[in-house]
C-alpha cells in the first residue's frame, strides 16, 4: 500500500500505523496521564487532606503531557498530511484523526520538490521537501526513500 494519493492538484501522506501492541501502550499512558491526577486528589481528599494549589499544578502539569501522549497516539493510528496545491500557493495541514492542526499557506515562487533523508543511513527514510531555500514546506511523514522519488516523479509531470 502506497504511503500517498495524488488527486485534483490535492496530496495526501498517510502514515504507517505503529503495531497494535505499541499504540495500546500509548493509549493506556495515555489514559494513566489524564486520569491518575484526578485520582490521586479524589483519594487525598477523602483522606482528611485540604485542596490545595498543588492540585492544579499537578492537574496542569499531567493534563500537558497527556494531551502531547494525546497527539502522538492518534497521529501514530489516524494521522495525515493533506498539500494543496493552487498556482503560487501552497496550504499544507496535518490531521491527527480527532483534530486538525491549523492550516498553513505559504507563497512559493517555484515548485521544487527534494528529499530530507532522516533516522540512520541504512533505514532509507526521508521526508518530502516542497518549494526553495525562501519558502518551503517541510513534510513530517517518514516514507522509503524510493517511495519519495516516485512521489516527486509524478508530482513534477503532473505540474
Known sequence: MK???ISNNQLILRVKRSPVFVRSIMFLFTFLFFFSPLIGIASFISTG?????????????????????????????????????????????????????GK??????????????????????????IGAEDSFIECVTKMPIHEIKELIEKLESSH
Request: proline share 0%; aromatic share 22%; glycine share 10%.
Open 49 to 101: 487532606y485540604r485542596f490545595h494549589i498543588g492540585f492544579l499544578i499537578w492537574i496542569g502539569l499531567f493534563g500537558l503531557i497527556g494531551f502531547y501522549m494525546l497527539r502522538i497516539s492518534l497521529w501514530n493510528t489516524y494521522g495525515y498530511e493533506t498539500i494543496h496545491f493552487n498556482e503560487q500557493k501552497i496550504t499544507y495541514e496535518t490531521n491527527y484523526g480527532w483534530f486538525k492542526d
Open 3 to 5: 504511503s500517498y494519493e
Open 104 to 129: 498553513k499557506t505559504k507563497e512559493i515562487s517555484s515548485l521544487e520538490f527534494s528529499i530530507k533523508q532522516v533516522g540512520y543511513e541504512e533505514d532509507k527514510k526521508g521526508t518530502l521537501i
